[in-house]
């Protein structure tokens, strides 16, 4: 069984995901925050492989990116520095990117490395729904990874059906119809959208993303999905203060 379909079946809510970026806030810093992640309790680690052009990424998680792009990170060092990964981290690793750099990697060598460093799956907001199944599908599930899609408030009812059909794993629900970032509360249009979805009784479970920052947040948005994703507030953190003490004090802040 998939490690991510293993978090869902003995956590049924407040499922944790933390996203940060890869070689960020020092270039070798990938493998130690995932550790020190795990210690702390999350429960799914989000890993984002730095790209010159982030459509869906607010300017906490841009300049993050681009300072790991200025110290040297890519994609084939990422797939090195994770050669060990499961050696250290027993809960789902993701990662977070966008297709151009999959495609220079090579899509296909990209699924193997996956495979062999024990990537449990894939967010590439930019991959088409229908060119994913056409092209790129059998290829994922050859090597066992999930592709994980995002919806937001505009999606419409029957494409939210669709991509319920086709995903594994989970589907990333985005808050609100903007780019990442931290914000400090939960609107009434969000917990509208938010109903909707969840009176639509998808049979995959669901994380809510964009705009979680703290308990507050946290334990809001998680009344009407399984968890959420915290990422831009986890980056600031990591901008003030990177050591294993300092991530185990934010993680206990969220979910103690």
């Known amino acids: 069984m998939s490690r991510i379909n293993e978090v869902f079946l003995r956590k049924k809510k407040n499922v944790l995901n ?147 059909e086709v995903s594994k794993g989970f589907i990333y629900m985005v808050s609100s119809a903007s780019i990442t970032g931290a914000k400090q509360g939960v609107s009434q249009e969000q917990v509208d959208y938010f109903e909707r979805i969840q009176n639509m009784s998808l049979s995959v479970e669901r994380l809510i993303g964009f705009g979680i920052s703290n308990k507050e947040t946290f334990n809001a948005v998680c009344k009407y999905a399984s968890g959420a994703i915290i990422g831009s507030a986890f980056i600031n953190q990591l901008s003030k203060d990177a050591s294993d003490e300092a991530i185990i004090s934010f993680i206990g802040s969220i979910v103690n």
């Open 18 to 164: 933390i996203y940060f970026t890869a070689g960020y806030p020092n270039i070798d810093d990938t493998l130690r925050i995932a550790r020190a992640l795990q210690a702390a309790g999350t429960d799914i680690i989000e890993i984002g492989i730095p790209y010159s052009d982030p459509i869906a990424d607010g300017p906490t998680i841009q300049d993050s990116s681009q300072k790991a792009l200025n110290a040297g990170m890519s994609l084939k060092l990422l797939m090195m520095q994770l050669q060990d990964l499961r050696k250290h981290i027993s809960i789902p690793v993701i990662l977070m990117g966008y297709i151009n750099p999959v495609l220079q990697y090579g899509f296909v060598e990209f699924c193997q490395d996956c495979k062999e460093v024990g990537i449990d799956g894939v967010i590439l907001p930019d991959l088409p729904l229908q060119e994913y199944m056409e092209m790129y599908q059998r290829t994922f599930e050859k090597y066992g990874l999930y592709n994980i899609f995002l919806i937001t408030p505009q999606t419409s009812h029957r494409r939210i059906l669709r991509i319920n």
